[in-house]
């Protein structure tokens, strides 16, 4: 099949509702066939995860944050991340949010890949990084409504546990595997 | 840090906003040091995401689908799957969306794990399937919106590929990596 027979075309489309932290956009929007229908999406800022890598005695370790998500209503243990501030670029915005939620500044941040978080309704893009040569700075830098538990988790354990609580945001399962292939 | 620390108590919860496929809720948190705010959130339906493998052969291989995304405005190459039907078990819709899309009836099914799309902001749950056994019925069964070109990639491939175009849905990395740690 060529890819002609796949793509759509957007005809129109308007903002029907914003929060804070995303906005609902209607399309309209015209199939292969030429058939005209409504979709609707969500707009919202690009983000950072990264996946920060100690070397211990111990053996490799990822720095993780445990906290409370609102959307799942429960605690997860995570890479740490969030949004890019404006105009900043993504090894900048993930080196910021590991400092900030771990207190932990990298010496080497690379990009692993950069994904569509769920392109069937998301237009924003999920960045994933490598943060290696981490320094510790003694404290974190939370916003005031973030509360985040650092810790320490073998790759074993993380892999091990990735599928189950508290391991259970599927972003980071894709996080450990771009890590996986690009290690 | 103990986890009472990390918790927070949803005072109130109320729909804003609703669409065909999802719906905004905006609910009144507590956080754990006793402070009030508003947080949005996104209820939706749980979903299957079914990874096929082939015995060929050449080797192991995915069937995955390459199809339109109104989100991210491209063509994407993933894993089959689709949303619960009401009273559907888990099971039931993988091995039913997999029959739809790609027209392959699995002889086995075998959960993955169960995460969470994005628990900073959605309510719902991806269930993660391997199904095998796969046997060729000779006609998908597409929605009337739908256009799905079904293709055969060795696992190699997938792996390689994962993190850049046609491969840039994020839950596809996750579902590769329950995959490759199950099997």
Redesign the interface.
């Known amino acids: 099949?060529d890819?002609k027979?796949?793509?759509?075309t957007?005809e129109s489309s308007r903002l029907?509702?914003e929060?804070?932290?995303?906005s609902?956009r209607?399309?309209r929007?015209r199939?292969?066939?030429g058939?005209s229908?409504l979709?609707?999406?969500?707009d919202a800022p690009d983000w950072a995860v990264v996946v920060p890598v100690l070397e211990t005695e111990g053996g490799r370790r990822f720095v993780m944050v445990?906290?409370?998500?609102?959307?799942?209503?429960?605690?997860?243990l995570e890479f740490p991340g969030g949004v890019f501030e404006q105009n900043e670029d993504g090894k900048a915005a993930a080196a910021r949010e590991l400092y900030e939620e771990t207190a932990y500044r990298p010496g080497r941040v690379r990009e692993?890949?950069?994904?569509?978080?769920?392109?069937?309704?998301?237009?924003n893009r999920?960045h994933?990084f490598l943060a290696e040569d981490l320094h510790w700075t003694g404290s974190q830098h939370l916003d005031e409504?973030e509360?985040?538990?650092v810790e320490q988790v073998t790759v074993e354990e993380a892999?091990?546990g990735?599928?189950?609580p508290p391991y259970?945001?599927?972003?980071m399962?894709?996080a450990?595997?771009?890590y996986?292939?690009n290690t």
């Open positions: 099949m890819d027979d796949l793509v759509w957007e029907v509702f929060t804070r932290v995303f609902v209607e399309s929007c199939s292969p066939a058939k229908g979709y609707v999406t969500l445990r906290q409370w998500r609102h959307g799942s209503r429960e605690l997860s692993l890949g950069v994904m569509s978080p769920n392109p069937a309704i998301m237009a999920v994933f409504d509360y985040v538990a892999v091990r990735m599928g189950r259970t945001h599927a972003l399962a894709a450990l595997m771009l996986q292939k």
